[in-house]
């Protein structure tokens, strides 16, 4: 498995239809659960007063990390940045 940090900025437009805005949001939400249930999606932190997150993800490989960022309902309107992780040779843990 590859460990990945992805930041995820949200820029959904003011003249979406508040309905669909709802319900793509909904969809957001329940996406990003069951890949959190599964164990891909392994956390995810508000960037605070923004519309933003900063998650990791534990995927088999790039393939599998880019479909679960196609997947998401939000995708059109977002940016994000990909970091691939690596074990720092500090680590205490490692």
Known sequence: MSLYAV???????DDLDPQIRAETIAREKAYS???????????????????S?????DVPDNERLHEILWGLPLFKYMTMD?????T???????
């Open 33 to 51: 659960q069951d890949l959190q249930r599964s164990g891909e999606w392994v956390h995810i932190w508000r960037c605070a007063g923004q519309y």
């Open 88 to 94: 720092h040779p500090s680590d205490i843990r490692a």
């Open 7 to 13: 930041r995820m900025d949200v820029a959904i437009p």
């Open 82 to 86: 990909v970091t691939p992780l690596a």
């Open 53 to 57: 997150n900063i998650s990791i993800f």
